[in-house]
């Protein structure tokens, strides 16, 4: 079974920076797209970032220059470095996979990030 597992996630001051990573097995990591995700309380999920097979990134506009994503398929692992964190960051942010030549997309179970003021 396939499973995408975040950690890194915590509570952090404004200002401050945390890296999440997500782990992936039982896929084959190197051909799937990767993106975080983030959710906030009553808000919808939206994406943050992406990170293509052949290393395009892309960031949604809130996070340029703040976010970075990265992937490192010798060890099917996919990250999220966030530095500037403000307290609008705060959300559950879950990683995905995702390849449309397989038509298969896979979720991670989301890691809290808290960021105070």
């Known amino acids: 079974q396939v499973q995408l597992v975040e950690s890194g996630g915590g509570l952090v001051q404004a200002g401050g920076s945390l890296r999440l990573s997500c782990a992936a097995s039982?896929?084959?990591?190197?051909?799937?797209?990767l993106a975080w995700y983030r959710q906030a309380p009553g808000k919808q999920r939206e994406l943050v970032a992406s990170?293509?097979?052949?290393?395009?990134?892309n960031y949604a506009d809130s996070v340029k220059g703040r976010f970075t994503i990265s992937r490192d398929n010798a060890k099917n692992t996919v990250y999220l470095q966030m530095n500037i964190l403000k307290p609008e960051d705060t959300a559950v942010y879950y990683c995905?996979?995702?390849?449309?030549?397989?038509?298969?997309?896979?979720w991670g179970q989301g890691t809290q990030v808290t960021v105070s003021s």
């Open positions: 039982r896929i084959a990591f190197n051909i799937y797209n």
């Open positions: 995905s996979a995702n390849s449309v030549r397989l038509g298969q997309t896979y």
């Open positions: 990170i293509t097979a052949s290393q395009y990134t």
